[in-house]
């Protein structure tokens, strides 16, 4: 059974710093990985996918790495704003399902 | 882009009623819709997988009886909480993928928040 994992479950930063969150998954055998956000309450917004031959994406200052090999995905925000201050869930298709990590929580402080 | 909707956003009810929850793909064709359901501070679970024109496939653990899924078109989902109780209070997400179940990028609705008196 695939578990995803995220670390940290919430995160802190000043305006201006970087991001980077991390996601773990036992199984390898993944079809693919995306980055969403989610604002309070409402639903996700896709970020970045992964397909599972690539080692990274990028959009704007969005950045997120795969390694299938050791089960990880990080992402990657540059120069952090207020207004990237979200839950951030790693999914992994696999077997045909999407499994979600928990989420970490980030606040960017002004 | 691909848009999901789902209705309504949000809805109170009380104990015993049911509750219809519908998910609309507006602008493509979704072979496949997923429902999850999503506790404060938790991650999606998925509940159950639904085709059309053909019988959900429910996660271990959901009670089929109590959360009925009707894909009866490409374009709506529909999932029914039969005689809510409050323990059934969460935050029910809908997803949709014009092709077969992983292999596309998903596209989600807002969500549907319900409270259970």
């Known amino acids: 059974k695939q578990e995803v994992t995220q670390i940290p479950a919430a995160l802190s930063v000043p305006e201006g710093e970087n991001l980077v969150l991390n996601c773990s998954f036992t199984d390898s055998a993944i079809y693919n990985l995306q980055w969403f956000r989610q604002d309070p309450g409402k639903g996700l917004t896709s970020l970045l996918l992964?397909?599972?031959?690539?080692r990274e994406q990028t959009s704007g200052r969005l950045n997120a790495s795969l390694d299938k090999s050791s089960g990880r995905s990080t992402l990657y925000i540059a120069a952090s704003q207020p207004g990237d201050s979200a839950t951030y869930l790693c999914a992994v298709s696999s077997w045909g399902k999407l499994q979600f990590g928990a989420g970490t929580q980030v606040v960017v402080t002004p | 882009g691909a848009v999901v909707s789902q209705h309504p956003s949000w809805v109170i009810c009380k104990s015993g009623t049911s509750v219809k929850i519908e998910c609309r793909s507006l602008?493509?064709?979704?072979?496949?819709m997923f429902w999850y359901r999503q506790f404060p501070k938790q991650s999606l679970m998925l509940m159950a997988t639904s085709n059309e024109g053909s019988k959900a496939t429910y996660e271990q653990g959901v009670e089929k009886d109590k959360f009925l899924i009707n894909h009866a078109s490409l374009t709506l989902s529909t999932l029914t909480v039969t005689s809510a109780h409050p323990e059934d209070s969460s935050f029910y997400i809908c997803?949709?993928?014009?092709?077969?179940?992983?292999?596309?990028?998903?596209?989600f609705g807002a969500g549907s928040r319900l409270t259970v008196l």
């Open positions: 997803s949709a993928s014009p092709g077969a179940s992983g292999a596309n990028v998903l596209t």
């Open positions: 602008d493509f064709q979704a072979t496949t």
């Open positions: 992964i397909q599972s031959s690539q």
